[in-house]
């Protein structure tokens, strides 16, 4: 039975390896992050600790200042201790994991290895970050002890953000290393593991690349500009928006080339070797440091007045952006198809110049992965997986197969002279019509069968864990199934999940329906987020029509709708992801308890918009920096009330659920799940754990607030932001009735504060802010640009 990783190294302080740090910290591991003694130090330098440990450092702190953040919350940051490879060797002796991630040659890693060898312990797992050497070639000289605990832990950046890891076994590497390191990968960080084998580039990249390239040396055969092929390579292929140029813009031009050069370097029997040969205008790209975002242009660039500019492949020069309006158009249609699946049908299908491209480099895609089954992995599914996780793919490969028809699209190949694998033909002989099977098998190619698909229990979807045939509740705008173990659960189904009055006529029956029949209830949205809030279309109609009693029934339906999840007598579980600002924060707020994903964006933003929070979230956000406070303990409150102000008035948005609890929007005990693919399950789980613990509801609370003076000092303060020009006349008028509100009222310093008082304050406020003139202004014009307007 192995010890879990507690302690971790990271050798190598560059992007990487900072953020495989950072990650670990994350995950709540102590972490040494050591980098080589920066060569040519002056001899008094020389004998600096701070100068000695300078990468480290940098790399530290790059990390900490990066945008998007590495870290969950900067405090994390204290987990990590810096140092360097000449002095502080020794103490790897107590690490649990050790993770390479220096320069990519052979020499360096050989030299390296041979030194921990001599200092970790004997159950130390060493792991490199390696894309392109060989196992076999890294570890020569090294004891059968060392080989039997190394593997590659093949991270993809940024680290946080990127779900994929490739784990890679040598032919000496002991199946318990390989299962230890894959249970830390995926249950403390949070990582979609795929399987690869020992050959360049493993998985993703090989396969990633290859599609990249592809349509690069397609778009010069076909005389098309870059933006016609980022126009048909991203939305409409099921590909992230920033396709494929834009993708080499942030990923780093020199990184794609240091890749595909790898590869054509390695990879001399490939059949399409040539693919990876990089076009001679992207080397000179390199040599001219054009190298996308780190260096300000790359394929695009920003020109002096803000609009994006084209690096025209044959002069090499910046141009106006351009490219074929047809393709444009066709591919703006197409990308408005909301499922994945009828769109890429529909794109294929077409016969224009869009339509023609994308089934090329499509189908070359589609059967150069076939080709590589066998070869850097046996399991179609490990594609597929690795370039969702890896390259945010909404469909791999197999499964792109599979929504085209898998019959359909050999033929097609065939016809077009694709070259296929004969595992193909041989898979047609069975009878089989698609990759994926509706009872949960996937054909393997190796074996030439259908196999059951090996599926985590946790990543169980909705779908999956509705019983019945129908939902217990439903309405237009949510409805709630049966979740097995008790559990009911909630899901909105407007846009956006935004919030409307049938979401909150389902939040109160939803919670009278638990009580009476569950012992929980979680709320259990789907989509790209949890809930952006309330539907702003709404009220700024009514508020346009002068329809305060609409509004103001629209507010306190609201307001009551939380209340009644609060003081539920079963437990209310929130499960927020991506998103979860304005009304869905304020959910989360009035639910009982939260499991959050560990990427959701919370914040009250209602400011933006003219308004105040108006679901209660005024008041619940107050009480809970009040929760914080022993009974009896001398606490001026209106240091908790500016605290409050500041988060909602300057639009605070936490940028992780960790950082969340930081700003006091999720209790500290809130849970928090790394890996989204599992947060219905542990949401479910943590619902079913808290009803069985003895679940009570809390007790409504009173609290003296500063009242009158309150108010008086935080109009003082937002009268020296108007006088020093950081904000306007109207921002003053929000703060105003933000500051009456939090500060109890003018009497709310006499007496005690009720919840429902609260409410009514939160309410009229609200209200009144509808009526004027530039409140409804900011609110047309969020709806029409989407950004805020400052009035």
């Known amino acids: 039975m192995r010890k879990p990783i507690r302690r971790a190294a990271v050798i190598g302080a560059g992007v990487m390896g900072s953020g495989i740090a950072a990650h670990l910290a994350n995950a709540g591991v102590e972490v040494l992050l050591i980098d080589i003694v920066p060569p040519n130090l002056k001899d008094d330098e020389s004998k600096q600790r701070a100068a000695r440990d300078r990468f480290a450092a940098s790399g530290l702190d790059k990390a900490i200042k990066a945008r998007p953040a590495a870290f969950y919350q900067k405090d994390r940051a204290r987990l990590v201790s810096i140092g360097n490879v000449a ?265 224009s110049k869009a339509g023609q491209f994308a089934w090329k480099v499509l189908s070359r895609s589609l059967a150069y992965s076939a080709r590589r089954i066998g070869e850097i992995t046996d399991d179609v599914t490990a594609i597929d997986d690795a370039m969702k996780w890896g390259y945010n793919w909404d469909l791999g490969p197999f499964e792109t197969w599979d929504a085209l028809g898998f019959d359909a699209v050999v033929d097609r190949m065939k016809k077009d002279g694709v070259s296929l694998p004969a595992s193909i033909d041989k898979m047609r002989a069975t009878g089989a019509k698609s990759f994926y099977t509706r009872d949960g098998r996937v054909f393997d190619l190796v074996k030439n069968e259908y196999t059951k698909r090996t599926v985590d229990p946790r990543t169980a979807t909705l779908t999956v864990l509705r019983q019945g045939a129908a939902p217990v509740l439903k309405n237009d705008g949510a409805e709630a199934w049966d979740l097995g173990g008790g559990v009911l659960g909630l899901t909105f189904k407007t846009k956006a999940n935004s919030i409307d009055p049938d979401v909150i006529q389902m939040i109160h029956d939803s919670v009278a329906r638990a009580e009476a029949d569950f012992r929980a209830l979680v709320i259990a949205n789907q989509g790209e987020h949890f809930c952006v809030g309330a539907n702003l279309f709404l009220v700024v109609s009514a508020a346009m029509q002068k329809e305060w009693d609409q509004i103001r029934s629209l507010v306190q339906g609201f307001q009551l709708a939380c209340q009644r999840m609060k003081y539920a007598r079963v437990p209310v579980v929130a499960a927020p992801y991506g998103m979860a600002i304005g009304g869905g924060l304020e959910v989360c707020l009035g639910a009982g308890a939260v499991q959050a994903a560990a990427e959701t964006y919370a914040g009250l933003v209602e400011v933006g918009v003219g308004l105040i929070p108006g679901g209660g979230g005024n008041m619940n956000l107050l009480w809970r920096a009040f929760e914080g ?163």
């Open 629 to 791: 406070v022993p009974d009896g303990a001398a606490v001026d409150p209106y240091a908790l009330v500016t605290q409050v102000f500041k988060n909602i008035v300057m639009v605070r948005v936490a940028t992780s659920a960790e950082e969340a609890k930081a700003f006091g929007y999720f209790r500290r005990e809130a849970g928090v799940t790394f890996d989204r693919a599992r947060l219905l399950s542990d949401a479910r789980s943590r619902a079913i754990g808290l009803a069985e613990s003895g679940w009570h509801p809390p007790a409504p609370r009173a609290h003296v607030l500063p009242g009158a003076s309150g108010i008086a000092t935080v109009q003082m303060m937002i009268g020296t932001l108007v006088d020093a020009g950081q904000a306007s006349a109207h921002d003053a008028k929000i703060g105003s009735k933000l500051a009456e509100v939090l500060c109890g009222g003018r009497g709310g310093g006499a007496h005690e504060v009720t919840e429902e008082h609260m409410l009514e304050l939160e309410r009229e406020a609200f209200v009144s802010l509808c009526g004027e003139a530039k409140t409804q202004e900011r609110m047309q014009f969020m709806l029409t640009n989407n950004k805020p307007l400052r009035n």
């Open 87 to 351: 002095d502080d060797l020794e103490k790897l002796r107590s690490v649990d994991l050790v993770v390479e991630a220096i320069i990519e040659q052979l020499e360096p890693k050989r030299a390296l290895f041979e030194k921990l060898e001599a200092v970790i312990g004997s159950d130390c797992v060493v792991a490199s970050n390696t894309s392109g050497l060989r196992i076999a070639d890294m570890m020569k000289g090294r004891s059968e002890s060392f080989r039997r605990r190394f593997l590659v832990m093949h991270f993809f950046n940024p680290v946080r953000y990127m779900k994929l890891l490739e784990l890679v076994a040598g032919p000496d590497t002991a199946p318990e290393t390989l299962e230890h390191v894959r249970r830390f990968g995926e249950d403390a960080l949070g990582k979609g593991v795929v399987f690869g084998k020992d050959t360049p580039n493993f998985i993703g990249n090989r396969i990633g690349v290859h599609a990249m390239l592809t349509g690069i040396h397609l778009m010069l055969e076909d005389g098309l500009a870059p933006e016609d092929v980022d126009a048909i390579t991203g939305e409409p292929l099921g590909h992230p928006k920033s396709a494929s140029f834009r993708t080499a813009d942030l990923v780093g031009v020199d990184t794609l080339v240091h890749v595909a050069a790898n590869c054509h370097a390695s990879l001399v029997n490939d059949e399409d070797r040539k693919v990876f040969e990089v076009p001679s205008y992207i080397g000179a790209m390199v040599e001219k440091k054009l190298l996308g975002d780190k260096t300000k242009g790359g394929f695009y660039k920003k020109g002096k007045d803000g609009a994006v500019q084209t690096l025209d492949p044959k002069t090499l020069e910046y141009r106006a952006r351009g490219g074929d309006k047809a393709i444009r158009s066709v591919c703006k249609e197409i990308s408005g198809i909301e499922d994945v699946r009828e769109r890429l049908r529909k794109l294929v299908a077409d016969q």
